[in-house]
């Protein structure tokens, strides 16, 4: 049970970051790599929100604002002058932009490169569930992840907002032709999404206690092995595979020991995936 | 030893960088940075003796390596206070290895022939001063290495000595420390698969059996590893009295707030990795009780180790760790070897060090070396305590101590 409460907590901080890519890919085709930055922005201004409020919610509002804009800015100053250019560009501009990202937060006169300790106190009980408990910092993971996947989910099938993108992504020249703000809906999925990967940042920051300057490294393959499995575009199927992912990892861990780095486990399941279903679990296969 | 959150980082660095060119740049760059960053002498001997010393103060280890830098620039300026050897003053000739051993192997040949330095000390990691170590030894030129782990480091030749303790006895000072002074039973084992994680398992793990105790559980992580909940549930299961967990400060404050999460009661027992301030900075009152073998003893009483702790504090700002320590003495150790030389031929300096017994000031207590030139001190367990590091017993036995 408690590998199971395990399971969830962890697959929790991998969802929010796999969703705002996968909406990202979806309504641009773009491998959004930077997107690791933004998740890595996010968790720095929520550190610092906290370090002057003591607060994680404070924290996670910051965190998902800076998200937001920064994920806004680099549409805005990058992707956007180059949506006409073969995909190859966009993929090298965002690759760049990640590393300047981390590279700057590492520097001495920001953040620096060294791990910055984060223990909060979320204010959340200790709760037991069938003899295995949750900490107070588990609980906020799981609480905010819900609560945004919640609200994503009603942005998405009770919104203007959420027609839009859902037009615009599967034909931006049709959605374009048929009255919807093409550029307004591009701009507010990067928010948006970008928001989810400031609040992933902040949740991981809260779970491991600590943040540092590339703490984006591995999310920001990881999160394309989620997004791949769970078909590339999708919103609902990253979801799922997030959950996955963190079951098939805690599972192999707990009975086998770390027989491989738990992010071997990760790509060992995206080959074999593609290998039984090119689409991934839950992509329609393209015509 | 290393500081992991940066390891994990150049790890992750390598596998999610996927354009050649950049690591290519990167790999140029830094090679262009260590032709220019030798802090040299000038005087070219006259009236200086020049030690060269190699450390990563960029990249994953940059702690360590300023921790190295650092705390060997306070050394020389100690010894020239003092009047120099001989009247002739110290100069440090500084690279940067950014952990790299091809790196380390250029800068050994630069230190041998361009720089031509008199004696080299090693600050960096096992893999770099492997690369390095045959170089002097073929160039007849001595190197220290400070706290490279690795047991061949000092075997390529008479010219390479090591301050640091080997796993070998480390590991076996934590397993007297698991089953004499805490009484440990049961005892679980948890380390990083690295060869420093392995070689003080393997000592500790031969001598609680040895010795009567019981291991309930034995695994491996791996160093970028930061989720330890399920195999410390697994543990946990297991109600071990003894946790050793060999590993470097940051997979040390992610086990300690995870047990405590878990509440998993078992002492740890940790290594000279844990011997950082950031331990106690990222795991707070988690870290409280922790129990490491380390080369620094913060509550000695003695003069030499006082003046460094204060002494690098008052440098740097931050307090000083093992690696500074150990690094410290082979700066020492480079001088007094001169000294009893009286002059920079290798094999006098050999010779020199062969009578080294107790080196005189030395911070990590060295009373002499083992035929493998390996440093022999006092067992040294120090605990969190209050929010530090104190001294919580010392081993004297030589049968545990004695380096091969």
Known sequence: MQDALTALTLGSTYVLLAVGLSMIYGILRIIHVAHAGVYTIGAYVGYLAWGQTGSVWVALVGGMAAGALSGWLIYALMYRRLLEAPRYVPLIASIGAFIVIQDLLSKPWLMGSDRLAMQTDPGLPTVGVLGATVSPEALYVLVVTAALLLALAVLFRRSDIGLQWRATASDRELAGASGVSVERAIASTFAVGSALAGAAGVTVAVYTESVFAFMGEVPSYKAFVIVVLGGLGAVLGPVVAAFVLAFAETLLIANAGFVLPRDAIAFLILVIVLIVRPQGLFGRARA | ?404
């Open chain 2, 1 to 404: 030893m290393s500081t992991p959150s940066a390891v994990r980082l150049q790890r992750s660095r390598r596998s999610s960088r996927p354009p050649a060119i950049v690591t290519a740049a990167a790999a140029l760059l830094a090679l262009g940075l260590a032709a220019c960053g030798g802090e040299d002498s000038g005087a070219g001997g006259g009236g200086t003796y020049k030690i060269g010393i190699f450390a990563p103060t960029t990249g994953f280890a940059a702690s360590d390596g300023k921790s190295a830098v650092n705390s060997a620039k306070l050394a020389v300026e100690k010894v020239n206070a003092a009047g120099g050897v001989q009247g002739k003053e110290l100069k440090l000739v500084v690279y940067d290895d950014a952990s790299k051993p091809d790196q380390a192997a250029t800068i050994a040949q630069k230190l041998v022939r361009q720089d031509n330095v008199d004696i080299a000390v090693s600050g960096s990691y096992s893999a770099q001063t492997r690369a390095a170590a045959p170089i002097f030894a073929r160039s007849n030129k001595v190197m220290i290495a400070a706290y490279a782990v690795d047991p061949e480091i000092t075997q390529v030749g008479e010219q390479i000595w090591r301050i640091g303790e080997l796993a070998s006895v480390q590991g076996k000072v934590a397993g007297k420390l698991a089953l004499d002074n805490l009484k440990g039973k049961k005892v679980a084992i948890l380390y990083v698969d690295n060869d420093f994680g392995t070689g003080l398992t393997k000592a500790f793990r031969d001598y609680v059996k040895q010795n009567g105790g019981q291991i309930v559980s034995d695994s491996k992580y791996p160093l970028e590893e930061k989720d330890f909940r399920t195999v410390l549930g697994g543990i946990k299961a297991k109600s071990p009295d003894v946790l050793y967990a060999p590993g470097y400060y940051n997979n040390a404050a992610d086990i300690a707030n995870q047990a405590a999460e878990l509440g998993l009661k078992a002492q740890i027992v940790g290594v000279e990795g844990y011997d950082s301030p950031k331990l106690i900075d990222l795991a707070g009152k988690n870290a409280e009780g922790i129990i490491f073998t380390t080369e620094l003893d913060r509550d000695s009483s003695n003069p030499a180790v006082k003046d460094f702790l204060s002494g690098y504090e008052k440098k740097t700002g931050v307090k000083a760790d093992a690696v500074g320590a150990e690094t410290y003495d082979a700066v020492l150790l480079a001088a007094e070897a001169l000294k009893r030389a009286g002059g920079t031929d290798a094999k006098k300096l050999v010779e020199g060090l062969k009578e080294v017994k107790a080196l005189e000031g030395s911070v990590t207590g060295i009373t002499g070396f083992s035929p493998q030139r390996n440093g022999i001190r006092e067992g040294l367990a120090q605990v969190v305590k209050g929010g530090d590091f104190h001294r919580y017993a010392t081993f004297r036995d030589p049968s545990l101590i004695t380096p091969p």
